[in-house]
Each structure stands twice: as C-alpha cells, then as structure tokens.
Antibody
Framework: EVQLVASGGGLVQPGGSLRLSCAAS????????VTWVRQAPGKGLEWVSD????????YYADSVKGRFTVSRDKSKSTGYLQVSSLRAEDTAIYYC????????????WGQGTLVTVSS | ETVLTQSPATLSVSPGERATLSCRAS??????LAWYQQKPGQAPRLLIY???TRATDIPARFSGSGSGTEFTLTISSLQSDDFAVYYC??????????FGGGTKVDIK
C-alpha cells in the first residue's frame, strides 16, 4: 500500500525537543518535496516547513524559524522535522505531505503525529 | 501574507442538495488555489488544485471555480460521505503558503 507514515510525536516539556519522521511506504519519496503542516486542537491548518528534493532547499514559517529544522534522508525515503525550543502554542497534530517541485498543492498526506507541549 | 477568508463558517445542508463554499483572498492569487476535505481524526484530502482541476479519484460532483480573489467550491448533490470540514489553500508565492479558516458542512 502506498502511504506516508508519520511518527515521533509525544508529550514534551516547554523548551524540549522531538524529531518527527515521515516515512514513505510503497513508493520512493525522492521525486517529491516534503512539507509539514500542523493543526492545533480544534483549529485550522498551518503550513510549517518544507524540504526540497535535493535536501538543500529548506523553507520555514516565521512562527518556527530558528527553532525547527527540516531535512530528509534519501536512502531511507524519509523526511524529518526536528522541533526544538518548544512552546505551548506548538501543541498540534503535525502532518507531513508531498508535492512535486513547482506544484505547491499537497496531494498525499500522512496520518499525522501529535506533539503536546506541557509541563 | 495573503489571508484567505472562508464563508460561511458552518453550512447546514440536506443530503442531495447543492453546497456552495466561498474562499476570498486578500490579494490576487491568480488560479493558485487548492481545496481540501478533512473528516474528524483524518488527514486532509486534496480535492481541487489550480482553482478548478479535480485531483485523482475525486468525484465529478465536486467542482471549483474562480480566479484572482474570489473562489468557490461547489458540491452538486451532497452525499453522506461529504459532511466534513473544507479548507482552501493558496500557493501563489512560494513558500508563502496559507490556508483559510475552514467551512464545516453539516447535516441539516
């Protein structure tokens, strides 16, 4: 089955860190850019970050710039989002999604992983 | 930043009726707009991109229209599976991606 599998979420204290993963199953992630979108409880969607197919071009929302780091490992067909210096307002389900470079809509989505920031 | 305003916030519709959802952009985004459907506990699903092109396997009862600042998603005859929250997303300038606040379509 072709799917994206997101993992790595959990409960973390303010100021803490996690590494979220987005693994491709049944297909290669390599032709696609990987984007991260989050959704706070009961709220709408917020674009967070993106990594291009080359793993070099990275992009961030202003709300996470300097705290989050996006990357990918082509050999593992997996994308990553390192979330650091976490705040209560970062509490959300984090979804990964893919898109072809230049086609900046998101056709395939993972099931999401919940990050809860609380003391 | 381009702000997307969706209306109404909630739309109550009977099965078989037509639903019309609106998305307004704070500045022109040409046709660089997508629509997504999200059901409780699920990830969003792409319905429409390029303002009017249906994504793979999306039924023909879903249609998108508009350009510039005014966009519409129409569901021609609501099925029970269509009750969900719908979001628009603009991608006019990369990476300045934004989503609308969503429209919940519920059963009348």
């Amino acid at each position: 089955e072709v799917q994206l599998v997101a993992s790595g979420g959990g409960l973390v204290q303010p100021g803490g860190s996690l590494r979220l993963s987005c693994a491709a199953s049944g297909f290669s992630l390599n032709p696609y850019a990987v984007t991260w979108v989050r959704q706070a409880p009961g709220k709408g969607l917020e674009w967070v970050s993106d990594v291009g197919t080359d793993g070099v071009h990275t992009y961030y929302a202003d709300s996470v710039k300097g705290r989050f780091t996006v990357s990918r490992d082509k050999s593992k067909s997996t994308g990553y989002l390192q979330v650091s210096s976490l705040r209560a307002e970062d509490t959300a389900i984090y979804y990964c999604a893919t898109h072809r470079p230049g086609n900046n809509w998101f056709a395939s989505w993972g099931q999401g992983t919940l990050v809860t920031v609380s003391s | 930043e381009t702000v997307l305003t969706q209306s109404p916030a909630t739309l109550s519709v009977s099965p078989g009726e037509r639903a019309t959802l609106s998305c307004r952009a704070s500045q022109s985004i040409s046709s660089n707009l997508a629509w997504y459907q999200q059901k409780p506990g699920q990830a969003p699903r792409l319905l429409i991109y390029g303002a009017s092109t249906r994504a793979t396997d999306i039924p023909a009862r879903f249609s998108g229209s508009g350009s510039g600042t005014e966009f519409t998603l129409t569901i021609s005859s609501l099925q029970s599976d269509d009750f969900a929250v719908y979001y628009c997303q603009q991608y006019n300038i990369w990476p300045q991606i934004t989503f609308g606040g969503g429209t919940k379509v519920d059963i009348k």
